[in-house]
């Protein structure tokens, strides 16, 4: 969760370090090498990256790790290629996944068909991240985006108007 959460911060160094650790405690980690070969990528690595993701033990992870990589690379076909096979092996519950590979590759009108699939699931496991996710970033200034953060109660107005009232407690 920290090498997440560094990561959707920008803070690729600091993601890789927690990432490491959780393979040193479990070789075969679901999502640390996705991780460690996304920060790669965001640092233009593209030797690491690839070496990252073709370790990452989830298919649908190595997948969308590698759409991102040979995009960023220019290889269209590649790119394109493992996309089709991406999306026809995602679980029709996987609607988010789908998106952010689209989004990376700044294709919009599918990305957000994709999201909203997931919205109207009412669960979808991504969608906590919607806000942070960097590879959601090309979204960001298309005219649906508030329009779907209205939709799922995230909007700025929704967040301002959440009350907090945390006592830390006392020692």
Known sequence: ??????YMDDRLDDAIAPARTMLKLSHNAIYAHYLIGS???AKADFEGALAE???????????LGLIKLYYDMGEQAKSDALLQEYIDGCA??????????????NE??????????????????????LLVNP?????????RWPLLLEKIGRSPAHNAAIEFDF???EY
Do not use: H, M, T
């Open 1 to 6: 969760f920290l090498a997440n959460a560094y």
């Open 39 to 41: 920060a790669l990528l």
């Open 53 to 63: 993701f073709e370790q990452e033990p989830a298919e649908l992870y190595e997948l």
């Open 92 to 105: 029709q519950e996987e609607s988010y996944e789908i998106a952010l590979a689209l989004a990376y590759r």
């Open 108 to 129: 919009a009108d599918l990305a957000f068909s994709y999201l909203e699939k997931a919205v109207d699931k009412k669960f979808d496991g991504g969608l906590w991240a």
């Open 135 to 143: 590879d959601l970033s090309n979204l960001y200034q298309d005219p």
């Open 167 to 169: 006592v830390p407690p």
